[in-house]
Nanobody, 114 residues
Framework: VQLQASGGGSVQAGGSLRLSCAISGSIFGIKVMKWYRRAPGKARELVAVITDSGSPNYADSVKGRFTISRDYAKNTMYLQMNSLKPEDTGVYFC?????????WGQGTLVTVSS
């Protein structure tokens, strides 16, 4: 199983990006799917979570601006990021937690300029 994150880039504040995390292979017993980020010089931060039933949760810093979703038919999860701020800059990682194992993508860089 591999997770491939993509969609990062450089945008100005107020702009939008959509991150994708393509899952190759089958993951049985998915519990939650998550997006994390690591800002320069800071610890990794949990940004958004979506449960297998589809319930989302967000860090307070992104609530109302980011939307997590997943498409099981495409084996992909997404993070729609709107109204981006310079403090959203960082490497974004996708993560899938199942009953059998925990899987990580390689990260995609998001840079937001003021």
């Amino acid at each position: 199983v591999q997770l491939q994150a993509s969609g990062g880039g450089s945008v100005q504040a107020g702009g939008s990006l959509r991150l994708s995390c393509a899952i190759s292979g089958s993951i049985f017993g998915i519990k939650v799917m998550k997006w994390y980020r690591r800002a320069p010089g800071k610890a990794r931060e949990l940004v958004a979570v979506i449960t297998d039933s589809g319930s989302p949760n967000y860090a307070d810093s992104v609530k109302g601006r980011f939307t997590i979703s997943r498409d099981y038919a495409k084996n992909t999860m997404y993070l729609q990021m709107n109204s981006l701020k310079p403090e959203d800059t960082g490497v974004y990682f996708c993560n899938v937690d199942s009953f059998r194992a925990n899987y990580w993508g390689q990260g995609t860089l998001v840079t937001v300029s003021s």
